[in-house]
């Protein structure tokens, strides 16, 4: 049978653009290497409990703001949603101290105020930079917008490190603003601004978790693709994408299968897309050699910590804590960890008390790497007692604000390298092809590719998590369906 469009990888960009494309009558089929769809928005379980693997928060929920419109016509808004607390849904404490965001531009600048007197104006400039890093996230897909009007490039080629030096006189403060940026890749050297504005934009408009786990999304997402009579197939890891006449003609399979299409869509990493086309008349070498000589951002390593009933009171924010003054490099220095997310998992049963809570910290693949030839499950005592330090060193850091985290009966734990061999990442990256503000035309990717029928969408395109897959998909729809169809998506 062929297929409108294939497409290759269901992460929440694949599945978005087999979402988008189904309801436009395309026929779409979804092709997973894995055993079950998701990426990182995949769920595990153990004994009778479900723990999320990359989803945690998500922003811009209520009407009017950034993601509203994107997860209503997805059918998402309708999940159990739950909203963070809105005068502190984000706290931050550096050594002793503790800062709390507040949810809305004005808050925002009204709760840090307080705290740093005579930095309000500059937080008045920072505030409404933010928010107009979110309203502009999808003007260059206006049709009829000017030519010169504001595209996701824009402030892609400012420094956020020497933004925030430049504009703020209180290295305290800075480091507090970018005390939230866990869910990035705090990199002085490369870091663009738009990409910190827009990390951290949405969750000031609103921030949200979902009772339950994050799988719920790769669910509803898959019944809307059914639905429209799309199709999605798991074990189906693509070995080859053939090339014949200027175009994608084939996905061929491990498994001898062969899935013919009209157009094909990846959403995995550029590197791996350039594998796959092994023969091209259109893919030259030196586009292949750009793409392989891109970086990656860092991964995480995770704690999953299970809790007994009536033990821990559920907390309805998120704990970001650092032991030193330094947010933005604490994780060069790999003897200890100097900075953990704490994340809440919300009651389901209308309980006052969590059964779980997430730590989070930055790894980099050089902690880990030295495995990279070793099978899940057949790591040797080394690797046991490296997860076990950083464990243990996860959950002091953490205990020092929230002494009740110590009362936890047992742990999960992941590294990069778990990301590597589950979702095939390449070094395990949390937030996929690392942002140069120095370089932007090379590290912005487009959702293009030299074969006209071959397109990729995900976070290692323009921008990651939730917010940034979702804005991702809809350019890369865009290049099949047309501005006008995706712009009437957007604002309806």
Known sequence: MKYDVVIIGSGLGGLECGYILARHGRHVLILEQGKQPGGCLQSYHRGKQTFDTGFHYVGGLDEGQSLHAAFKYFGLLDLPWHRLDADSFDRVTIGERTFAFAEGYDAFVQRLSEDFPS????????????????????????????????????????????????????????????????????????????????????????????????????????????????????????????????????????????????????DIHPAQICQLVKQSNLMKPAYRNRINRLENTFGMFTVSLRFPPKRLRYFNYNQYIYRKANVWDFYQDTTCVGGVLVSCRVPENGSEYTQQVDLLTPMLWEQCKSWNNTQVGKRNEEYKEMKKRMT?????????????????????????????????????????????????????????????????????????????????????????????????????
């Open 119 to 266: 930095e309000r104006t500059a937080l008045q400039h920072y505030a409404e930079l933010l928010k107009q890093s979110s309203e502009q996230q999808f003007s260059a897909l206006n049709p009829h917008a000017e030519e010169k009007s504001t595209s996701p490039s824009e402030l892609m080629d400012i420094s956020a490190w020497q933004y925030l030096n430049e504009n703020f006189h209180n290295p305290l403060l800075i480091n507090v603003l970018s005390g939230t940026s866990l869910k990035m890749e705090l990199r002085k050297e490369s870091l663009p601004l738009f990409t910190f504005l827009h990390g951290n934009s949405s969750f000031i408009e609103s921030s949200w978790r979902l009772k339950g786990d994050g799988s719920q999304i790769v669910n509803k997402l898959i019944d809307g693709i059914r639905s429209q009579g799309g199709e999605i197939v798991c074990n189906a890891k693509v070995q080859e994408l053939v090339e014949k006449d200027g175009k994608v003609v084939s996905a061929v399979c491990s498994n001898g299968e062969r899935y013919e299409g009209d157009m094909f869509i990846c």
């Open 392 to 492: 243990d060193e996860c959950i002091e850091l953490a205990a020092r604000f929230i002494p009740d985290l110590m009362e936890y009966t047992q742990s999960y734990t992941s590294t990069p390298l778990t990301w590597h061999d589950y979702t095939l990442t390449p070094e395990g990256g949390a937030y996929g092809v690392r942002k140069d503000f120095r370089y932007p035309l090379q590290t912005l990717l487009s959702p293009r590719t030299p074969i006209p029928n071959l397109l990729q969408t995900g976070q290692n395109l323009m921008l990651h998590g939730v917010h940034g897959v979702t804005m991702t998909a809809f350019y890369t729809c865009a290049e099949t369906l047309g501005k006008e169809a995706i712009w009437k998506i957007i604002k309806n």
